[in-house]
C-alpha cells in the first residue's frame, strides 16, 4: 500500500504538479530563456513540466510551422512569444532574448536546425538520436565546439539515480566482471500510427534510431566501453516502406573488463509494435537490462522512465537476492534531487549546471553522442537496412 501511494506523489508531482522552488536558490542573474523548435509531443514531459520546478530556466517562446499551432502551444504552456509559418523555426533562432535552444524535431532534421541554432549562437539541448548519422553528430559538435556554445544529446535516462545505481553496483566489483548483458526497450503495437515520424525513412525513422538508441547507450555505459563488433541484427520491417524497421534485435561484442577473459556477450531489443499476446493480452512494455557477472548478476526494470516505479534486483552468487531503488542519490553524493524528479528533471538540472559554468553530476559527451550514432549506424548496416539520410544541408561558409 506504502508503496503505491509512494508512485502516487512522485507522479503527482513529477508530471502534473511539480513543486515550484526545489532544485536551486535564489537566482543572481535572470533565468535562461529556452526556445522550443515545434509544437512537439516530447517537449512537455521532457522540458515545460521539469522547468516549472527549475527557477532558472524560463520557457519563453515556441516555433511551429503552423502559426495558429504556435498560439495554441503557447497560450496552452504559457508560453510568452510564438512564432510561425515558414519562416517561424528562424525566427525563434533569431530572437536576441533566446538564450537556448531545444530541438524535438523529427531526427532527420536535428542536423539543420542544431547548425542553425548554433549558428545563431544559442546553446542547444538536442533530442535523441542526436543525428541521422554519426558524420552528422561529429559535425554538430565541432561546430558547437568552434563557437564554443554547449550541446547536450538528451539521454535523460543517464541523469536518474536507479541507471546510476546500477553502474555503481557493477563497478564495485561486489559481482565480479561482466560476461554477459542485454538491454530492451520495446513497447507494444498501438502508440505509433502510420503517420508518425518514426515511420517515415525521410526523416530519420525506424525503431533502431526511435527506441533502440536507448538500451544501446545503456549497454555502452554499464559496460564502460564500445561494441567491438555487430555480431548478427535482425529486422521486422515495417509493410509499407521496407526500410523502417518496426522492432531489430543485435547481438554484439564488447570488450571484456577482466584480463585474459572473453569478449561480454550483448543483446539489444527494441520494439515499438509488439503484438498483443494471443492476440487480445497487451502487454507489458520491457525496458530491462540485465548483466550476468562472474559471481552473480543483477537487472533493472525500468531503466527509461524509472520515477514511475523501477527496481534493481541483485543476486549474487551463493548470497541473498536484494532489491534496491534509486529513487535520489545516496546522501554525502553531492548530488541533487527530488524523489519525483523525472529523469528529464534531472537531466535539465545538469544542463543548466553546465550553462551556468557549475559542474553537472554527469554528462553524455561528445565521444559519447557520436559512439552511440557509429553503433547505430553499423547495426543498421547489419539488419540490411542501412543508415537513414544523412542530411545535406551546409552551414554558410561564413560561420
Ligand atoms: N527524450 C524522450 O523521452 C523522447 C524523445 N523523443 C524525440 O523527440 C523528437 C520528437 O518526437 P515527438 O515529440 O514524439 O514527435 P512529434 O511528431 O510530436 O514532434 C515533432 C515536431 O517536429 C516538427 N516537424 C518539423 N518538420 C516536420 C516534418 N517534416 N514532419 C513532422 N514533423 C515535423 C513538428 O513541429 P510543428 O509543430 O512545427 O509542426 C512536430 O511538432 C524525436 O527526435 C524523438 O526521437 C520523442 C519521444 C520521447
Ligand atoms: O522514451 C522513449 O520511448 C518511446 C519512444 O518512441 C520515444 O521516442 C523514446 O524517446
Known amino acids: 500500500m506504502a508503496s503505491i501511494i509512494g508512485l502516487i506523489k512522485r507522479c503527482h508531482s513529477a508530471f502534473i504538479s511539480p513543486p515550484s522552488t526545489t532544485g536551486v536558490g535564489a537566482q543572481a542573474e535572470p533565468p535562461l530563456r529556452f526556445g522550443i523548435l515545434g509544437a512537439a509531443a516530447?517537449?512537455?514531459?521532457?522540458?515545460?513540466?521539469?522547468?516549472?520546478?527549475?527557477?532558472?530556466?524560463?520557457?519563453?517562446?515556441?516555433?511551429?510551422?503552423?502559426i495558429q499551432r504556435a498560439e495554441q502551444f503557447a497560450k496552452k504552456y504559457g508560453i510568452t512569444k510564438f512564432y510561425g509559418g515558414k519562416t517561424g523555426y528562424q525566427e525563434l533562432l533569431d530572437d536576441p532574448q533566446v538564450d537556448v535552444i531545444y530541438n524535438p524535431l523529427p531526427n532527420g532534421l536535428h542536423y539543420e536546425w542544431t547548425m542553425k541554432a548554433l549558428a545563431a549562437g544559442k546553446h542547444v539541448l538536442l533530442e535523441k538520436p542526436s543525428g541521422d548519422t554519426a558524420e552528422e553528430t561529429r559535425r554538430m559538435f565541432d561546430f558547437a565546439e568552434r563557437k564554443g556554445l554547449v550541446l547536450l544529446e538528451a539521454f535523460h535516462y543517464r541523469f536518474h539515480p536507479a541507471v546510476q545505481r546500477l553502474k555503481a553496483i557493477l563497478d564495485s566489483g561486489e559481482l565480479g566482471a561482466i560476461k554477459e548483458i542485454?538491454?530492451?526497450?520495446?513497447?507494444?503495437?498501438?502508440?505509433?500510427?502510420?503517420?508518425?515520424?518514426?515511420?517515415?525513412?525521410?526523416?530519420?525513422?525506424?525503431?533502431?534510431?526511435?527506441?533502440?538508441?536507448?538500451?544501446?547507450?545503456?549497454?555502452?555505459?554499464?559496460?564502460?566501453?564500445?561494441?567491438?563488433?555487430?555480431l548478427s541484427a535482425s529486422a521486422t520491417r515495417y509493410p509499407k516502406d521496407s526500410r523502417i524497421d518496426t522492432a531489430t534485435t543485435a547481438?554484439?561484442?564488447?570488450?571484456?573488463?577482466?584480463?585474459?577473459?572473453?569478449?561480454?556477450?550483448a543483446t539489444l531489443r527494441?520494439?515499438?509494435?509488439?503484438?498483443?499476446?494471443?492476440?487480445?493480452?497487451?502487454?507489458?512494455?520491457?525496458?530491462?537490462?540485465?548483466?550476468?557477472?562472474?559471481?552473480?548478476?543483477?537487472?533493472?526494470?525500468?531503466?527509461?522512465?524509472?520515477v514511475i516505479y523501477h527496481s534493481i534486483t541483485v543476486?549474487?552468487?551463493g548470497g541473498r537476492v536484494r532489491t534496491e531503488k534509486a529513487y535520489t542519490f545516496p546522501d554525502g553524493s553531492g548530488k541533487k534531487g527530488e524523489e519525483w524528479w523525472t529523469t528529464y528533471r534531472h537531466q535539465l538540472e545538469a544542463f543548466v549546471d553546465k550553462l551556468r559554468g557549475r559542474e553537472p553530476q554527469t554528462w553524455v559527451d561528445r565521444e559519447d553522442s557520436t559512439s552511440n550514432m557509429v553503433w547505430i549506424e553499423k547495426i543498421y548496416e547489419v539488419t540490411g537496412l542501412g543508415s537513414r539520410p544523412q542530411s545535406e544541408f551546409q552551414i554558410p561558409e561564413s560561420e
Do not use: Q
Not at 48 to 59: E, F, M, Q
Open 42 to 66: 516530447i517537449a512537455p514531459p521532457a522540458l515545460i513540466t521539469p522547468a516549472k520546478s527549475h527557477l532558472d530556466v524560463t520557457i519563453y517562446a515556441v516555433a511551429a510551422r503552423d
Open 251 to 265: 547481438s554484439l561484442l564488447f570488450p571484456s573488463a577482466a584480463p585474459d577473459s572473453e569478449p561480454i556477450k
Open 182 to 230: 542485454s538491454a530492451s526497450l520495446a513497447f507494444p503495437k498501438g502508440f505509433i500510427g502510420d503517420d508518425n515520424i518514426r515511420m517515415n525513412f525521410d526523416i530519420g525513422g525506424g525503431a533502431m534510431m526511435d527506441c533502440g538508441c536507448y538500451p544501446l547507450s545503456c549497454l555502452r555505459y554499464l559496460t564502460s566501453s564500445n561494441p567491438t563488433e555487430v
Open 315 to 317: 543476486r549474487p552468487e
Open 270 to 306: 527494441c520494439d515499438f509494435s509488439v503484438p498483443p499476446r494471443f492476440g487480445f493480452i497487451p502487454r507489458w512494455p520491457d525496458i530491462t537490462a540485465r548483466v550476468t557477472c562472474e559471481r552473480g548478476t543483477v537487472e533493472l526494470f525500468n531503466f527509461v522512465m524509472p
